[in-house]
Nanobody, 116 residues
Framework: QVQLVESGGGLVQPGGSLRLSCAAS????????MGWYRQAPGKERELVAR???????NYADAVKGRFAISRDNAKNTVYLQMNSLKPEDTAVYYC??????????WGQGTQVTVSS
């Protein structure tokens, strides 16, 4: 089992920045990819960014050039630096960890609200 705890969400004005963190605990040695997803009210959960254990990344088109995902394998932590935030980035952001076996684990989510 893997436990994920997110932090760093909050209220920010348009154009501002936030940094999300997700710390993994438990059987972390078998974690392959980690990532961030988001779900806005009335919408389906969608991929924001993912990073492999080796550091390969992929991003949703909507956040390319504004968000950056990074990972500290020694600390079992993944980060999401979000810059130039827009109101449409408002959502609950969820951390995900995928094991080599294919099992997936989710954090409890952290609210990000972009509003003036």
């Amino acid at each position: 089992q893997v436990q994920l705890v997110e932090s760093g969400g909050g209220l920010v004005q348009p154009g501002g920045s936030l940094r999300l963190s997700c710390a993994a605990s438990g059987s972390t040695l078998s974690i392959n990819g980690m990532g961030w997803y988001r779900q806005a009210p009335g919408k389906e959960r969608e991929l924001v960014a993912r990073i492999s254990r080796g550091g390969s990344t992929n991003y949703a088109d909507a956040v390319k050039g504004r968000f950056a995902i990074s990972r500290d394998n020694a600390k079992n932590t993944v980060y999401l630096q979000m810059n130039s935030l827009k109101p449409e980035d408002t959502a609950v952001y969820y951390c995900n960890a995928a094991k080599f076996s294919g099992a997936n684990f989710w954090g409890q989510g952290t609210q990000v609200t972009v509003s003036s």
